[in-house]
C-alpha cells in the first residue's frame, strides 16, 4: 500500500511539470495551395523558431501567418495585417539587435520585411527587393545567418537534387542586399554516406535532395546544417558540415546524421532549425513526414540539442514521440495505448477500423460514420494504469476544407474508467477557447487511475471523424524490462548497411537499438516494436567510419538498462 501510495506521489507531482508530444500541437493550416487535384489536408513544415523579445516566433511554409508562444509548449497563431505578397514557402527568419527579419523562398525579387510589433501581426518593409540573384538560381528554401563575432552577414539556400547548397555575404550598409556572388558549399554524397540515400528506408533509386540550410556558430566553428535525402519519406533527416570561416571550405562531420528518427510514429527530422532558448538549452526543430493524402502532407517535430565537450553537434531522438519535459528531458511517460484493443461508437467501413487508432501509424485510420457529436472512441489499457497524458491525432480522410474560417476547430472530452461503466472527465476542451488541433496533447491536470480512457466527440471542421492514432501515456504498474542480452552488429557488404539483432525480453514492449561514432556517443536512435522480426537493418552509415551499437527495452512501466555496447568497424 505504501509503495502504491508513493508511486501516486511522484507521479502527480512529474504530470504538474510542463510537457509537450511530437508531432507539436500547433492548429496546423488547411492547405493553402489550392492544388489542381484539390486535395484538402492540413500540413506544416520546414520550421523556424526564433527567440525574439523574451518570446518565441514560429515560422512555417505556407501557414498564413506565424505563431507565438511565451514558453515553447503553448502556441499562438498571429495573423498578419497584410502580406506584401503571396504566402511563404520555407521562410528565413532571424532576430538581431531587436529586429525580426522575414524572408521568403523566391526566384524572383522580394523584400526583407520586418515584424516590428510580431503579436500584433505588424509587417513592414525592412529593404523592398532584394535584386536578382546572379550565379545561382534562388534563393529558395533561405536562412540568413548573423555572425555575432564580425557582424557580417550571410544568407545560405538551395534545394534540389541538381545543385549544391549556396552561401552569400550580404551588405549591412546596403540594408542586406548581396555581396558579390553566391558559393557553391556543399553536395551530398550517397555513395559514400548511407543516410544521403533517398526512398523510404534510403531503399529509392532516385538522385536524393538536399535543402533547407541553416548555420550555427559554436566554440568559433561554423556549423552548416541541411535537410536530406527527401521529405517525404521516413528518413529525411538533418546532416551538419563545419567549418572555420562562414563560407567554408567545410568538412564532413564524422557523426552525421545530427537527427535521425526513421523509427516510431513522428518519423523525420529534416529541415529544420537549430536555435537556443532563453534558458540557454539548445533545440532542434524539423518536418515530420505524413503523406497520407499528399506526399507534402507533413507536421512539426522538436528535439532538444546540443554540443558536447568534443564539439559535436548532437539532437536526442531518443522516445521522441513520447511526451518530454519542459527542460528538454524525456518525461518517463510510456505509451499505454500501443496494440490496444478500440471500441468506436460507429465505423464507417472495414478499411478504416477502430483497431488502425492504436497502431501507431500516422498514415491508417478509424473513420466514424458521421462526425456527429457524441461519437466515441474507447481504448482498453488491459489493467489499472496511472494516466498523465493523451494525444488525438486527426486524419483529413475525404476533407473538404480549403479555409481556415471559425469552423475550423476542434473540440472533444476525455473520460476515464476504472470498469467501463463509471465514467469520470479526464479533460474537457470545450471549456478552452477555439482552436484546430490536428494534433491535440493534452496533459492531465491530475494523473487518472484508469483502465479505460474514451475520446467523446463534439466538433471537426471536416465532414467525417477520422482519428490516425488515440494515443495514451502514462505509467503501468510492474518493473521494467531487462537489457536484452547475446545482442550482436555486424556490417554489410556495402558498408553503408549494418544488421543489429538481439535476443527478445520476456514483456518488452518495444527496443531501441542506439548507435554512434564512440561508446559515450550513442546519439542515435531506431525505435521498433516488439513485433519486429529478424535483425533491424541500420541503412544510415557512412563507409570509412566505425560505429558503435547498443540496444534497450522498454515497456509500459520504464527502460532496461543499456545492453553491452559492441564495437563494429
Known amino acids: 500500500m505504501k509503495k502504491a501510495l508513493l508511486w501516486l506521489a511522484l507521479s502527480g507531482l512529474a504530470a504538474a511539470q510542463p510537457s509537450y508530444c511530437n508531432p507539436l500541437d500547433i492548429d496546423y493550416k488547411y492547405n493553402f495551395?489550392?492544388?489542381?487535384?484539390?486535395?484538402?489536408?492540413?500540413?506544416?513544415?520546414?520550421?523556424?523558431?526564433?527567440?525574439?523579445?523574451?518570446?518565441?516566433?514560429?515560422?512555417?511554409?505556407?501557414?498564413?501567418?506565424?505563431?507565438?508562444?511565451?514558453?515553447?509548449?503553448?502556441?499562438?497563431?498571429?495573423?498578419?495585417?497584410?502580406?506584401?505578397?503571396?504566402?511563404?514557402?520555407?521562410?528565413?527568419?532571424?532576430?538581431?539587435?531587436?529586429?525580426?527579419?522575414?524572408?521568403?523562398?523566391?526566384?524572383?525579387?522580394?523584400?526583407?520585411?520586418?515584424?516590428?510589433?510580431?503579436?500584433?501581426?505588424?509587417?513592414?518593409?525592412?529593404?523592398?527587393?532584394?535584386?536578382?540573384?546572379?550565379?545561382?538560381?534562388?534563393?529558395?528554401?533561405?536562412?540568413?545567418?548573423?555572425?555575432?563575432?564580425?557582424?557580417?552577414?550571410?544568407?545560405?539556400?538551395?534545394?534540389?537534387?541538381?545543385?549544391?547548397?549556396?552561401?552569400?555575404?550580404?551588405?549591412?550598409?546596403q540594408r542586406l542586399t548581396y555581396k558579390g556572388v553566391p558559393k557553391g558549399l556543399i553536395l551530398l554524397d550517397p555513395e559514400e554516406h548511407g543516410w544521403e540515400r533517398f526512398g523510404q528506408d534510403h531503399r529509392g533509386d532516385i538522385?536524393?535532395?538536399?535543402?533547407?540550410?541553416?548555420?550555427?556558430?559554436?566554440?568559433?566553428?561554423?556549423?552548416?546544417?541541411?535537410?536530406?535525402?527527401?521529405?517525404?519519406?521516413?528518413?529525411?533527416?538533418?546532416?551538419t558540415y563545419v567549418g572555420d570561416n562562414p563560407l567554408g571550405p567545410f568538412r564532413y562531420a564524422s557523426y552525421n546524421p545530427v537527427a535521425y528518427r526513421p523509427g516510431g510514429f513522428a518519423c523525420g527530422t529534416g529541415h529544420g532549425n537549430f536555435f537556443q532558448d532563453h534558458r540557454g538549452r539548445h533545440w532542434l526543430t524539423g518536418t515530420c513526414w505524413i503523406g497520407l493524402n499528399w506526399g507534402m502532407e507533413r507536421r512539426i517535430v522538436m528535439h532538444p540539442a546540443g554540443f558536447d565537450r568534443d564539439g559535436q553537434m548532437f539532437c536526442d531522438t531518443r522516445f521522441g514521440d513520447f511526451p518530454h519535459r519542459s527542460d528538454g528531458g524525456f518525461a518517463g511517460w510510456m505509451l499505454l495505448s500501443h496494440s490496444k484493443p478500440m471500441l468506436a461508437s460507429t465505423t464507417l467501413s472495414s478499411e478504416h477500423p477502430p483497431s488502425s487508432a492504436s497502431d501507431e501509424n500516422l498514415r491508417t485510420f478509424w473513420s466514424a460514420a458521421d462526425n456527429r457529436p457524441g461519437q466515441s472512441l474507447t481504448v482498453d489499457l488491459g489493467r489499472s494504469c496511472l494516466v498523465r497524458a493523451v494525444q488525438v491525432n486527426y486524419a483529413d480522410d475525404h476533407s473538404d476544407v480549403f479555409d481556415n474560417g471559425p469552423n475550423v476547430y476542434t473540440s472533444f472530452k476525455l473520460l476515464g474508467s476504472l470498469d467501463g461503466s463509471s465514467w469520470t472527465t479526464l479533460a474537457d476542451l470545450s471549456q478552452e477557447p477555439r482552436r484546430d488541433r490536428?494534433?491535440?496533447?493534452?496533459?492531465?491536470?491530475?494523473?487518472?487511475?484508469?483502465?479505460?480512457?474514451?475520446?467523446?466527440?463534439?466538433?471537426?471542421?471536416?465532414?467525417?471523424?477520422?482519428?490516425?492514432?488515440?494515443?495514451?501515456?502514462?505509467?503501468?504498474?510492474?518493473?521494467?524490462?531487462?537489457?536484452?542480452?547475446?545482442?550482436?552488429?555486424?556490417?554489410?557488404?556495402?558498408?553503408?548497411?549494418?544488421?543489429?539483432?538481439?535476443?527478445?525480453?520476456?514483456?518488452?514492449?518495444?527496443?531501441?537499438?542506439?548507435?554512434?561514432?564512440?561508446?559515450?556517443?550513442?546519439?542515435?536512435?531506431?525505435?521498433?516494436?516488439?513485433?519486429?522480426?529478424?535483425?533491424?537493418?541500420?541503412?544510415?552509415?557512412?563507409?570509412?567510419?566505425?560505429?558503435?551499437?547498443?540496444?534497450?527495452?522498454?515497456?509500459e512501466t520504464g527502460v532496461s538498462k543499456l545492453g553491452p555496447v559492441l564495437s563494429v568497424p
Open 438 to 555: 490536428a494534433c491535440a496533447y493534452v496533459p492531465l491536470v491530475r494523473p487518472a487511475r484508469v483502465r479505460y480512457v474514451r475520446y467523446v466527440h463534439q466538433h471537426v471542421a471536416a465532414p467525417r471523424l477520422s482519428i490516425a492514432d488515440f494515443r495514451v501515456f502514462g505509467v503501468a504498474p510492474g518493473k521494467a524490462p531487462q537489457p536484452p542480452s547475446q545482442a550482436e552488429a555486424r556490417r554489410d557488404q556495402d558498408r553503408r548497411n549494418a544488421f543489429v539483432n538481439w535476443s527478445r525480453v520476456a514483456g518488452a514492449t518495444g527496443y531501441n537499438v542506439r548507435w554512434g561514432i564512440r561508446p559515450d556517443k550513442l546519439h542515435q536512435c531506431y525505435q521498433v516494436w516488439a513485433d519486429h522480426q529478424g535483425p533491424l537493418e541500420i541503412r544510415a552509415l557512412t563507409k570509412s567510419q566505425a560505429y558503435f551499437f547498443a540496444v534497450e527495452a522498454f515497456n
Open 33 to 173: 495551395e489550392q492544388l489542381p487535384e484539390r486535395i484538402s489536408y492540413r500540413s506544416g513544415a520546414d520550421p523556424v523558431i526564433v527567440p525574439h523579445k523574451g518570446s518565441y516566433y514560429l515560422f512555417v511554409t505556407i501557414s498564413g501567418g506565424w505563431w507565438k508562444s511565451r514558453d515553447l509548449f503553448h502556441w499562438t497563431y498571429v495573423q498578419p495585417d497584410k502580406w506584401p505578397f503571396e504566402d511563404m514557402c520555407a521562410p528565413a527568419a532571424v532576430s538581431v539587435r531587436n529586429k525580426l527579419l522575414l524572408f521568403q523562398s523566391t526566384f524572383a525579387q522580394r523584400p526583407i520585411l520586418e515584424l516590428r510589433d510580431p503579436d500584433r501581426g505588424k509587417v513592414e518593409f525592412f529593404n523592398r527587393w532584394l535584386p536578382m540573384m546572379k550565379g545561382a538560381d534562388g534563393p529558395w528554401d533561405p536562412s540568413i545567418f548573423h555572425d555575432p563575432d564580425t557582424d557580417r552577414w550571410f544568407m545560405y539556400f538551395g534545394s534540389s537534387n541538381v545543385f549544391p547548397l549556396y552561401g552569400i555575404e550580404l551588405d549591412a550598409k
Open 207 to 239: 538522385k536524393p535532395f538536399t535543402e533547407g540550410a541553416w548555420v550555427t556558430k559554436h566554440a568559433g566553428r561554423y556549423y552548416l546544417q541541411y535537410g536530406a535525402p527527401g521529405t517525404e519519406y521516413n528518413v529525411y533527416a538533418t546532416g
